[in-house]
Structures are given as structure tokens and as C-alpha cells.
T-cell receptor, first 113, second 117 residues
Framework: AQSVAQPEDQVNVAEGNPLTVKCTYS??????LFWYVQYPNRGLQFLLK??????LVKGSYGFEAEFNKSQTSFHLKKPSALVSDSALYFC???????????FGSGTQLTVLP | GAVVSQHPSRVICKSGTSVKIECRSL??????MFWYRQFPKQSLMLMAT?????????EQGVEKDKFLINHASLTLSTLTVTSAHPEDSSFYIC?????????????FGEGSRLTVL
């Protein structure tokens, strides 16, 4: 079955340090991969997406993600974390023409001051 | 960017009553909208796909008669939780695609927190 997996429920990082939120995928064909962020009691905000082309995708708020086909990964990264980055992060894929997104289980990121 | 508005943001109701949640695309037309349900500290689960001018497509395990979806116009979809019970308490989020292709991002409403007493 096609899916994305986020192996870490919780990630803690000190402010100013680099952060990584992991995502692996099991999607046939060419995957369309996305990262979204959710703040408490809010909807989701789009961060970035990989469709095709450069494996390194740059997105909103200084985030980037690298599509790694050999490792089937799409980890979200940021060089220097901010306390305000603390939120719930979701990796997702789009299944071709269906357009709806299927989400990973989410990773709670906490950036400590 | 595109904006999706969801109303109400919070609703508390008594068991047995029905609650309607509206999802509007404010500056674009959406022939399709998606309704998700999210339990605390969990992921979003797709409930149904709302199609303008036709019946909604429900995911397996979602009761059609419990969660009524109507997509009456190109900018409005509604989710009605009928005869609500405490187990229906959840965070409901709608979304609409920003383009006609699967590569287009989804725009999400702010969510509606339903509490059934």
C-alpha cells in the first residue's frame, strides 16, 4: 500500500541549531510529496512540495527538503531553528489525479529557547 | 495566496442535535473540496471528497448518513454532522485544491472543533 511514514512522534531541538523532521515514502511511480505545518487549533499551512526536477526543494519560512530516491526519503530541514517553528509537521503525498492528500502521522517539533 | 474559510471555528452541541460546518473558497473556485477529521495529536484522516453539482465520495468506513456533505456552489461545501454523539467530537478540517492538477497544493481552512456533550 502507498504511504508516507514519519518515524518520529516528537523532535526536540535547541534554538539556533539545525533541525530535521524525517519522512519516508512508499509510493509507486513518481511521487508528489508535500510538507505542511499545523499550529494548535489551526488548519494546515503549506511549506513546500516536490514534483520533479531539483531534489532540493526550498519552501516557506526558511525550510527545505531533499528528495532522495535511493533512500525513499523526503526529510524536512532548516539550518537554524526558531522557537516559533514549534508546531506539528505533516508529510503527505498526492496520489496522481486524485488530488487529495494522504498524510503521515505527524511529528511534533519543539524548539527550546 | 488562496484562502479557504471555515465556519464555525468552535461549536458545542447537545447529543442528538445536528451541526453544520461551512467551507468557503474566498478568492477562487473549487469544484472539489476535501473534508478531513483529526483526533487529538493524530494525523488527518480523509472523510470524503465533496464534488460540486454531484454526490460526495466517501472514504471507507465513513457513514454517509451521519456526515452529510453538500457542495452547492463553486465556492461552498458544507458538512452536516447529524444526530451528533460524543464520539463525533473532533477537529474537522476542509481543504480545496489550488489548481486542476495533482501537483497543486491544497489550501486548508482553519478547522472546526466540534464538542458534543
Amino acid at each position: 500500500a502507498q504511504s508516507v511514514a514519519q518515524p518520529e512522534d516528537q523532535v526536540n531541538v535547541a534554538e539556533g541549531n539545525p533541525l530535521t523532521v524525517k519522512c519516508t515514502y512508499s509510493v509507486s511511480g513518481n511521487p508528489y510529496l508535500f510538507w505542511y505545518v499545523q499550529y494548535p487549533n489551526r488548519g494546515l499551512q503549506f511549506l513546500l512540495k516536490y514534483i520533479t526536477g531539483d531534489n532540493l526543494v526550498k519552501g516557506s519560512y526558511g525550510f527545505e527538503a531533499e528528495f532522495n530516491k535511493s533512500q525513499t526519503s523526503f526529510h524536512l530541514k532548516k539550518p537554524s531553528a526558531l522557537v516559533s517553528d514549534s508546531a506539528l509537521y505533516f508529510c503527505a503525498y498526492s496520489s496522481g489525479s486524485a488530488r487529495q492528500l494522504t498524510f503521515g502521522s505527524g511529528t511534533q517539533l519543539t524548539v527550546l529557547p | 495566496g488562496a484562502v479557504v474559510s471555515q465556519h464555525p471555528s468552535r461549536v458545542i452541541c447537545k447529543s442528538g442535535t445536528s451541526v453544520k460546518i461551512e467551507c468557503r473558497s474566498l478568492d477562487f473556485q473549487a469544484t472539489t473540496m476535501f473534508w478531513y477529521r483529526q483526533f487529538p495529536k493524530q494525523s488527518l484522516m480523509l472523510m470524503a471528497t465533496s464534488n460540486e453539482g454531484s454526490k460526495a465520495t466517501y472514504e471507507q468506513g465513513v457513514e454517509k448518513d451521519k456526515f452529510l456533505i453538500n457542495h452547492a456552489s463553486l465556492t461552498l461545501s458544507t458538512l452536516t454532522v447529524t444526530s451528533a454523539h460524543p464520539e463525533d467530537s473532533s477537529f474537522y478540517i476542509c481543504s480545496a485544491p489550488g489548481g486542476a492538477h495533482a501537483t497543486g497544493e491544497l489550501f486548508f481552512g482553519e478547522g472546526s472543533r466540534l464538542t458534543v456533550l
